[in-house]
Antibody
Framework: QVQLQESGPGPVKPSETLSLTCAVS?????????WGWIRQPPGKGLEWIGS???????YYNPSLKSRVTISVDTSKNQFSLKLSSVTAADTAVYYC???????????????????WGQGTMVTVSS | QSALTQPASVSGSPGQSITISCTGT?????????VSWYQQHPGKAPKLMIY???KRPSGVSNRFSGSKSGNTASLTISGLQADDEADYYC???????????FGGGTKLTVL
């Protein structure tokens, strides 16, 4: 059974960097699929942050691209999110998820998200 | 503002059918057969219900079905049950530069 579990240090102060890790169990992160992050501000909808393949290939939401870094550690079977210069607007539940891989024209991209972590609430506050 | 447009709310009585629409553009919904739908109960993680417009993952009831016409995708739930009451989100691949976009979500109320 594939399971994803987010973890992080807790509250973050404005202007600091938010760091989260997603541990994957029951499936090798190197076996295919994209792995990504999606967030949900309180009372609002879902927003895709970005996704990564085990090779290190990444795709980011254009609106967050300048502040986001997603990395993968295949030896630990986990991937991570860093979001810099956070503000109160970055307060949200952050989910990690596995995504189907869609390939076209010689390139591959993340598509539907089939397995999700339980989510972790991150509050940005001074 | 979300990239894909969904109605804020829909409602139906037990046993009835409802349809939730998801309108995008030719750069996302209309351009690829990569629309997916998610069900989210309060305080829970989203659950994949439909992928590639109309495919159901293993374990998802056949009461849930998806379709697409032009730039609009639809999720239909037949034989409404109380447990179907949840928020529903559509999602689409949107090309190499944008990759993934979500709809704003629709709250389904089972009367």
């Amino acid at each position: 059974q594939v399971q994803l579990q987010e973890s992080g240090p807790g509250p973050v102060k404005p202007s600091e960097t938010l760091s989260l890790t997603c541990a994957v169990s029951g499936y090798s992160i190197s076996s295919g699929y994209y792995w990504g992050w999606i967030r949900q501000p309180p009372g609002k909808g879902l927003e895709w942050i970005g996704s990564i393949y085990h090779s290190g290939s990444t795709y980011y939401n254009p609106s967050l691209k300048s502040r986001v870094t997603i990395s993968v550690d295949t030896s630990k079977n986990q991937f991570s999110l860093k979001l810099s210069s956070v503000t109160a607007a970055d307060t949200a539940v952050y989910y990690c998820a596995r995504a189907f891989r869609y390939c076209t024209g010689g390139s591959c991209y993340p598509a539907a998200f089939d397995i999700w972590g339980q989510g972790t609430m991150v509050t940005v506050s001074s | 503002q979300s990239a894909l447009t969904q109605p804020a709310s829909v409602s139906g009585s037990p046993g009835q059918s409802i349809t939730i629409s998801c309108t995008g553009t030719s750069s996302d919904v209309g351009g690829y057969n990569l629309v997916s739908w998610y069900q989210q109960h309060p305080g829970k993680a989203p659950k994949l219900m439909i992928y590639e417009v109309s495919k159901r993952p293993s374990g998802v009831s056949n009461r849930f079905s998806g379709s697409k016409s032009g730039n609009t995708a639809s999720l239909t739930i037949s034989g409404l049950q109380a447990d179907d009451e949840a928020d529903y989100y559509c999602c689409s691949f949107a090309g190499s530069s944008t990759s993934v976009v979500f709809g704003g979500g629709t709250k389904l109320t089972v009367l």
